[in-house]
């Protein structure tokens, strides 16, 4: 089988390499056509831009990736594909066209989810560990700080909680009127304490905010990932004080109060059922074609920022 595969060559450069051969190992191993990924831009972008520590390099590995992160590296975990049948499935796998894989690494995808809405699975999982780590109660006052693809998905799961107080940061004025228009309760310029505040912008001041809005005993789920970038946080003022919790939110492992009632399996078949029931306006989503990627990084290096939420490739 020849297939097509998505690389970055080194921190400068990513191309599509042609015309490479795989071959079954296995009576077991059956062909996949690719219909369409995911972009997860905090952590694709540090990878294109060579940001990944090198202690990290081991653990930061992804489900069939090729390379590693000192170049060249075919990377990307979040895959839609479809057998002979026409019956569609999501796995962990780097951007490619067509693939080979055990059915048993597969996780099928319901007949009435949307392609882009079933590339957010991956997503979805890092937000239902988030919401875990938070422990949230009725009552409580949230913000969500940074809405990228993770601060949309996640304010899209907790909009509809009866009992808590909702409300999103997001400075770029673009984004602050869809959000608006989605019926988003945005951060003004009110000083409003919070219970707990996610943070998802990966800047400095985003998380500097969350700590300058926190009450009493409030917890911040820290989620954005800074690759081998050192910040700088004031952790005198009130941090003490306040007995403010700041909460790291890692999606490779079921946190340990729940690893007696979740594995992967039973994470991902709550995850497939919460997407089922959000609605994600097409208006969130930027599709790129697949031949188009190696231009949208070129882009992203230059300092482009990205205008859209949810971020999806097609094949």
């Given at each position: 089988m020849q297939v097509r595969s998505f690389w970055h060559l080194d921190s400068k450069k990513s191309f599509i390499k042609n015309q490479e051969v795989l071959k079954p190992e296995s009576s077991e191993i059956q062909e996949f056509y690719s219909l369409c990924s995911n972009l997860s831009l905090g952590s694709e972008r540090l990878v294109a831009k060579g940001r990944i520590p090198r202690s990290l390099f081991q653990k930061m590995k992804v489900p069939h990736q090729k390379g590693n992160f000192s170049f060249p590296i075919q990377y990307g975990y979040s895959l839609i594909v479809q057998d002979k049948d026409g019956n569609r499935f999501h796995l962990m796998h780097p951007h490619q066209d067509k693939i080979l894989s055990n059915i048993n690494e597969l996780t099928l995808v319901p007949e009435d989810m949307s392609l882009q809405k079933a590339a957010q699975i991956s997503n979805m999982e890092t937000i239902v560990n988030a919401i875990w780590d938070s422990g949230f109660q009725y009552g409580d006052q949230i913000l969500v700080c940074?809405?990228?693809?993770?601060?949309?998905?996640?304010?899209?799961?907790?909009?509809?909680?009866?009992?808590?107080?909702?409300?999103?940061?997001?400075?770029?004025?673009?984004?602050?009127?869809?959000?608006?228009?989605?019926?988003?309760?945005m951060?003004?310029?009110?000083?409003?304490?919070?219970?707990?505040?996610?943070?998802?912008?990966?800047?400095?001041?985003?998380?500097?905010?969350?700590?300058?809005?926190?009450?009493?005993?409030?917890?911040?789920?820290?989620?954005?990932?800074?690759?081998?970038?050192?910040?700088?946080?004031?952790?005198?003022?009130?941090?003490?004080?306040?007995?403010?919790?700041?909460?790291?939110?890692?999606?490779?492992?079921?946190?340990?109060?729940?690893?007696?009632?979740?594995?992967?399996?039973?994470?991902?078949?709550?995850?497939?059922?919460?997407?089922?029931?959000?609605?994600?306006?097409?208006?969130?989503?930027?599709?790129?074609?697949?031949?188009?990627?190696?231009?949208?990084?070129?882009?992203?290096?230059?300092?482009?920022?990205?205008?859209?939420?949810?971020?999806?490739?097609?094949?």
């Open positions: 940074g809405i990228g693809s993770i601060g949309l998905l996640l304010a899209y799961t907790l909009k509809n909680q009866i009992g808590i107080d909702l409300k999103l940061k997001e400075t770029n004025p673009h984004k602050q009127d869809i959000l608006k228009n989605l019926g988003f309760d951060l003004e310029n009110d000083s409003t304490l919070f219970d707990v505040c996610f943070h998802c912008s990966a800047q400095e001041d985003g998380l500097k905010f969350c700590l300058n809005r926190s009450k009493s005993e409030a917890k911040i789920i820290e989620l954005s990932w800074y690759g081998d970038k050192a910040i700088n946080l004031p952790l005198g003022i009130d941090f003490h004080h306040k007995r403010i919790k700041l909460i790291s939110s890692q999606v490779s492992k079921i946190p340990h109060q729940l690893s007696d009632k979740h594995t992967f399996t039973t994470r991902k078949k709550l995850i497939i059922a919460l997407l089922k029931e959000i609605n994600i306006p097409e208006v969130v989503y930027h599709t790129i074609a697949f031949e188009e990627l190696p231009q949208f990084f070129q882009d992203l290096r230059a300092g482009q920022q990205p205008t859209a939420f949810l971020y999806t490739v097609t094949y």
